[in-house]
């Protein structure tokens, strides 16, 4: 008897199981909300700003859904979970289609979060002692791209044709002797403790605190940067009516404004 009821109890769990997974796939109706993967931090905030006081007036439902990773966003995409995403920037997204062999479409950029170098043990960068120790993210397209600030501020040379997906074996000189130590991109702030220097991305170091406008050592400057973070979609969705509703919505000023005032320079509007 005890072994009938556990087994109809499991049936039961699964069945609630496979309903709820059920419901949480993305629709392609015009009229049901846009479900939207974000990370929480600056894109969870603005999209909840947009879904608060602007989405109304478009005739635009959002559904938020967030991941605290940056691998979670694009497989909820590819499964159909949900619509769209917002977190990526085009390298990202390039080597995400590399490794998966699945085809993303960015729609369009919306803001830049300055990837920063920070250190609780230097004040500048002109004190960075030989073999120092440097946290990278570990992602393909933000360890090229920690790679290119360290370069652009002195601490090493990489090969003039060197790809957005730089690594070591792409360092033509190296002076100090830095080590490097690959990190997930969200372990980067708790590393400063255990390393010399630290490159975090922008909204991981907000997150913990850090603005890369004051405390970086040295931040990525927004002219020419290729790494603006925007909405991301599959192919089939970039002419969707919801997609379109919503990049108007981001690009427009109101957004702009939010961002300046909330951020104060931390996270940047796309140009």
């Known amino acids: 008897m005890l072994r009938k009821i556990t087994v109809a109890l499991a049936s039961v769990g699964l069945l609630a199981g496979l309903t709820a997974c059920g419901s949480s796939a993305a629709s392609d109706d015009p009229d049901a909300p846009l479900k939207v993967a974000v990370n929480p931090v600056p894109h969870g905030d603005i999209l909840s700003y947009v879904k608060d006081n602007l989405a109304a007036k478009e005739g635009l439902k959002i559904e938020i859904v967030t991941f605290s990773d940056y691998q979670q966003p694009n497989t909820a995409l590819t499964e159909k979970q949900v619509t769209a995403n917002y977190f990526q920037h085009v390298p990202f997204m390039e080597e995400f289609e590399k490794k998966s062999g699945k085809k993303l479409a960015f729609v369009a950029p919306v803001h830049l979060e300055p990837l920063g170098v920070y250190s609780k043990k230097l004040k500048s960068l002109r004190d960075v002692p030989k073999g120092a120790t440097v ?82 050592l040295a931040a990525e400057k927004p002219e020419g940067n290729p790494y603006a973070n925007g909405v991301v979609t599959l192919p089939e969705n970039k002419d969707d009516e919801r997609v379109k509703k919503l990049v108007k919505l981001l690009q427009g000023p109101e957004v702009k404004k939010f961002v300046e005032d909330k951020y104060k320079g931390s996270v940047l509007i796309a140009s």
């Open 135 to 216: 946290a990278v993210p570990n992602d393909p397209a933000n360890e090229g791209r920690s790679l290119k600030l360290l370069a652009a501020n002195g601490l090493l040379t990489l090969k003039p044709d060197a790809p957005a997906s730089a690594t070591e074996r792409d360092i033509t000189s190296n002076p100090k002797g830095l080590k490097f130590k690959p990190l997930k991109a969200a372990q980067l702030p708790r590393s400063l403790e255990d390393v010399d220097l630290s490159v975090i991305n922008g909204n991981y170091a907000i997150e913990a605190g850090l603005a890369p406008n004051k405390d970086a």
